[in-house]
């Protein structure tokens, strides 16, 4: 069985700074949504709702979408971090590399291995 859920979704319209049940801005966009989820998703949905982690359906799938956004905003800073390391000029590994290393951790002219 599968049950259909009419949501009002509201969208984040500004960064989270004040909040909408302590997790959303107060200033959003409503949108229409309708959702036809499989009965043991529902039921997760229901559990996860008891459980206290989120007051209602609407609030579970924007946490959802916010994570989502914070993942792919980290995977694109992760793929420029990596980009900007490829291209790059390298710098051989070598003693004096490593010496330079520690002593930028350890401070001054460090000698520890």
Request: overall charge negative; some cysteine; charged content about 20%.
């Amino acid at each position: 069985m599968v049950t259909i859920y009419a949501i009002n979704f509201r969208l984040i319209s500004i960064p989270i700074a004040s909040c909408y049940n302590d997790r959303y801005p107060k200033s959003v966009v409503t949108m229409n949504v309708i959702l036809a989820i499989p009965e043991d998703l529902q039921t997760y949905i229901e559990a996860q709702i008891q459980a206290g982690a989120y007051t209602s359906a609407v609030e579970y799938f924007l946490d959802l979408v916010q994570q989502d956004r914070q993942r792919k905003q980290a995977q694109a800073k992760l793929e420029n971090l990596l980009q900007e390391g490829l291209d790059s000029e390298g710098e051989p590994v070598n003693a004096a590399y490593w010496q330079k290393l520690r002593a930028s951790v350890f401070g001054g002219d460090s000698q520890q291995t």
